[in-house]
């Protein structure tokens, strides 16, 4: 019921948002240079949970935890001081784009809030501020294709082809999407439909759902993420295709055994010898934030909604993929 409650003002505050302007930022693309494409793909938390601006004393913990909050902390606010103009209004980049197809529309434009799976502009994920970080270091215009759905399980919902058995359709989902959003860079994004587009990157943040999955399986969980990673490389024709692991690092230091288990399988995925200088694992427990400091209290499987949470995380995931980049 409180979740329903929620979902509704949720609805009714992206309906009645107020309108404001909100004016372009980026280096601007070179002339002449490849169109940047990054995949981000994964499960809930790859969708993006982080609350930017609701702030209901019954529903979002009065505000603890949202972007517009923690932004204007004392220790946050050089980091954070690109994301908002002088005025007030949330920045949107000129050289970064984001594709996102949710369950209900199909989020298209220039980077700035809310390319998550819910209505409106009220949520950020890893992509937000991944893109500011990858926008900032290359000349070279930036899409980001996002393709992540709540509740999915690698060893069966991701399940790729070289794993064996039936594989996952949200693994053929996530290709078909990436393919779809590639053929129609043209339609889509006219700014840059005269770009040739260079596949730079595929970020993978999941593996909530495999803490429950059979013991079997989830001792395959990095087996099957070396699978995803060359059956991507593979279906791309990059097979030096840099990747970014984001490590399930929910609850921080508190997190039980299972889920402390997945993120040593993906560590380990990241460390497979082959995957030598093209993989890298990002550890994300240090941006878990406590419960009473966040807007969600009851969604430790979110991050319990803390955008620092979610801005540090695309962040470091950002940055790994640059180092990955200048190290080729």
Known sequence: MLYRVAAHLLLVASIFATAVSTPSRGLGAK???PLRVYILAGQSNMQGQGVVDLDHPKYYNGGQGILARVMVEER??????HIKDAEGNWVVRNDVWCRYQTD???KKGPLTIGFTGYPGKHHIGPEFQFGHVVGDATKAPVLLIKTAWGGKSLYKDFRPPSSGGTVGPYYKQMIAEVHEGLAAIAKEFPQIKSRRYQLAGFVWFQGWNDIFAPDAERALYSEHLINLIKDVRREFDRPALPVVIGELG???DAA??????IRKQQQAAAEHGPFKETVVFVKTSHFARPKEKSPNVGHGHHWFGNAESYFFIGDALGRAMLKLHAGN
């Open 104 to 106: 209900k529309e199909l």
């Open 250 to 252: 929910n609850l921080g």
């Open 76 to 81: 946050n606010l050089e980091q954070f001081k």
């Open 256 to 261: 039980g055994k299972n889920l402390i288990a």
């Open 31 to 33: 002339p002449g240079k």
